[in-house]
């Protein structure tokens, strides 16, 4: 087994090292047992075979140290070192850790796109316009409030906490809440909630803070059971103009078919019917008699008036036709 001179030193060192712990022990066990013995002579023995012991693993301490330091120097002095023990060509093989070409092929890395699958409708979340010349507050917001993960739930309970929290929902879903945790809001400053599914905005808010500057907070919405379809909600948060926080969960699903009985309804306006015309029913016709003259023999003619017509009663019908004027003519008779 061939040495070279740093190991034979550190080897050495190793050595002194372990005997001069194993002295101080057994210095230090022997100056212990020598206090509990009854006879002076043996405890003096033994008191001074323990100092004895400390003062060696002192000695073998300082000569530890003096190697240390001057044995190599004073070895080299005698025995030059030859340049055969350096082992430099294996260090220099550095080809072996240059081949950075296997980190180099960063494209497999960098190939994000199956991390950019995650549902991010932007890469940098923005209020369309549309929403934003809604805004009402004049107050500037402050530009430190924080905002927490965003935690999904179809129900609170009195404390405002989430009864049953997840990002996988099953319709049929009638109400779902975003719910957060925040710091930093100033009162009356605007602030916006928008929601997407897959992509497109589906519902939003955008009202002035009338909460308090820190607390427990969150946005809603209500939809029809039906319009609840499967896909992928994303929620995001702002402050002002300012984007703090995104949260994302999954509808899966068919949503509940609308009540039929609501559509056929729509035959409240049937086209109109005729009423039926009203048929006239025959007139009345006035049949006149004829006046009959009866003559009579008197000295001065008389009048005799005729008699009205009889009237035939037929059918009434709703219009009735005026009756005939009938004129008198008196005839007059010749005087004998």
């Excluded at 019917?273 to 049949?287: E, I, K, M, Y």
Aim: aromatic share 12%; charged share 15%; no cysteine.
């Amino acid at each position: 087994m061939s040495l070279d001179i740093r190991t034979a030193v550190q080897t050495a060192l190793a050595i002194l090292g372990f005997l001069v712990i194993l002295f101080i022990w057994r210095g230090y066990v022997s100056i212990r047992t020598a206090r509990q013995l009854p006879f002076f002579r043996m405890r003096r023995q033994r008191m001074v075979r323990g100092w004895r012991l400390f003062f060696a693993a002192l000695i073998l301490l300082i000569l530890a140290f003096l190697i240390n330091s001057q044995a190599e120097p004073l070895i080299y002095s005698f025995f030059p070192p030859t340049t055969t023990p350096t082992l430099t060509p294996t260090i220099t093989l550095t080809p072996t850790i240059s081949l950075t070409p296997t980190i180099t092929l960063s494209p497999t890395i960098t190939l994000t796109p199956r991390i950019s699958n995650t549902p991010t409708i932007t890469p940098t979340p923005f209020i369309p316009l549309a929403i934003e010349a809604r805004f009402e507050s004049t107050t500037t917001p402050n530009p430190e409030a924080i905002f927490s993960e965003l935690a999904f739930t179809d129900g609170l309970d009195a404390l405002y906490r989430p009864l049953r929290p997840g990002t996988l929902f099953e319709n049929p879903v009638t109400h779902m809440y975003a719910i957060f945790s925040y710091d930093g809001m100033i009162k009356g400053s605007q602030w916006t909630a928008l929601w997407y599914r897959d992509g497109e905005l589906v519902h939003y808010e955008t009202i002035p803070w009338d909460g308090e500057t820190g607390g427990l907070g969150y946005t809603d919405w209500e939809p029809k059971p039906e319009e609840w379809l499967p896909g992928t909600y994303a929620v995001q948060i702002f402050v002002g103009l300012t984007w703090k926080v995104s949260g994302f969960f999954e509808v899966q699903g068919e949503p509940p078919t609308p009540a039929p009985t609501e559509t056929p309804t729509a035959t409240s306006t049937p086209t109109p019917t005729q009423t039926p015309t009203r048929t006239l029913r025959p007139t009345r016709t006035l049949t006149p008699i004829p006046p009959t003259r009866t003559p009579y023999i008197s000295p001065t003619p008389t009048l005799t008036p005729t008699p009205w017509p009889t009237l035939t009663r037929t059918p009434v019908t709703p219009s009735i036709t005026p009756q005939p004027t009938l004129t008198r003519t008196p005839t007059r008779t010749p005087r004998p």
